[in-house]
């Protein structure tokens, strides 16, 4: 017995040893794929972000020389996102983290904080973008709760800021990569100045009396700002439950009153109250404009943050009766040339 007991334990003994070293292997293959060394002798910086959009200007500007996740799914409520436990890793082993800030993600803000690595540097785009001065309350955002409206990218010009942002970050965390950074921002900026100008010539297109929105969810208040349209109304209340009967009655009245041809639901909330309301005053519900959820599917060349901006105004600028055949024109195909490192959730 006691001679089987010791058998056992040599056998767990030699598990262990060769568990160990497979381990240990397996931790320096970990480590070796994730510091990718760069053929100047730098090392990729790793990159974390939260929210596509955000995701996609930083592939554009870090391109071949980062390696990049998201951590965000697509087609998730950003706003109440909560991090899986196993993304901490993510946050310890990055040596950059990119959020937008302004409370859309504070689980993962938090997170991030807790497991960072003290060198590695948080960088809230939207903080750093806009002047607290400057910050949109409105209906979904109300200015009582605190929480201003985070969708700055939705006006390209500020998610142009956010470009530059990155650009300048990624250059102080790799110096020789400063002139390829900039480069490609530079292309970026060379086609969001082009999708800027178009945009503002399909909007121009939509008769004055329809330049309006009223959007489910709240995400296009700095667009709006940015082309001349005025967001009348948005239906989803702040905590992102449903509006009572009564806020729907009011908007049924709201929209009877200023004449929209159409009202835009949001692909992430579907919601039946946009159906009633449209069926109601008899006018066209266009369901699917994004905030976050870039179209197609990650490979795809409209699946970045040019595509999912040329999308949206398409659909908004056709629904309000105007013509958004110009945006066709916008190059939404990638800024840099070779294999982008991004990973989308
Ligand atoms: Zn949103």
Redesign the pocket.
């Known amino acids: 017995m006691l001679k089987t007991i010791f058998k056992y334990d040599h056998n767990i003994g030699l598990f262990l040893v060769i568990s160990l070293v497979a381990l240990f292997a397996g931790c320096q293959t970990e480590d070796a794929k994730d510091q990718l060394l760069l053929e100047d002798g730098s090392i990729k910086p790793r990159v974390i972000t939260t929210v596509s959009p955000i995701t996609s200007i930083v592939d554009a500007i870090g391109g071949e020389r980062i390696t990049l996740k998201g951590i965000v799914p697509e087609g998730v409520?950003?706003?109440t996102f909560d991090p899986a436990p196993s993304t901490a890793i993510a946050f310890s082993n990055a040596d950059i983290i990119f959020l937008n800030g302004l409370y859309?993600e504070e689980p993962a803000l938090d997170m991030a904080l807790k497991n960072k690595r003290e060198e590695s540097k948080i960088v809230l785009l939207g903080n750093r973008t806009l002047d607290k001065s400057k910050w949109v309350y409105d209906f979904s955002f109300p200015e009582e709760q605190g929480v201003p409206n985070?969708?700055l990218w939705t006006d390209p010009m500020l998610a142009l800021e956010y470009a530059l942002i990155v650009s300048a970050e990624l250059s102080a965390l790799d110096p020789l990569g400063e002139t390829y950074y900039q480069s490609n921002y530079k292309t970026f900026e060379a086609r969001i100045l082009n999708l800027d100008s178009e945009i503002k010539i399909a909007v121009l297109s939509i008769p004055t009396s329809n330049r309006k929105l009223l959007t489910y969810?709240?995400?296009f208040p700095y667009f709006a700002k940015r082309y001349g349209l005025t967001v009348i109304a948005a239906v989803q209340p702040s905590d992102f439950t449903e509006p009572s009967a009564r806020e729907v009655a009011q908007l049924i009245d709201q929209v009877r009153l200023e004449k929209v041809p159409a009202i835009f639901g949001s692909n992430?909330f579907p919601s039946p109250v946009m159906s009633q309301i449209a069926h109601e005053t008899q006018i066209s519900f266009i369901d699917n404009l994004r905030?976050?959820d870039l179209p197609g599917s990650h490979g795809d060349i409209g699946h970045s943050y040019l595509g999912l901006m040329v999308e949206n105004v398409r659909t908004i600028v056709v629904a309000l009766g105007g013509d958004a055949e110009g945006l066709q024109y916008v190059d939404t195909s990638p800024i840099f040339q070779g294999e982008s490192q991004v990973i989308y959730p």
Do not use: I, T
Request: glycine share 0%; hydrophobic share 15%; proline share 8%.
């Open positions: 409520n950003s706003h859309l985070p969708h969810h709240d995400s992430v905030d976050d």
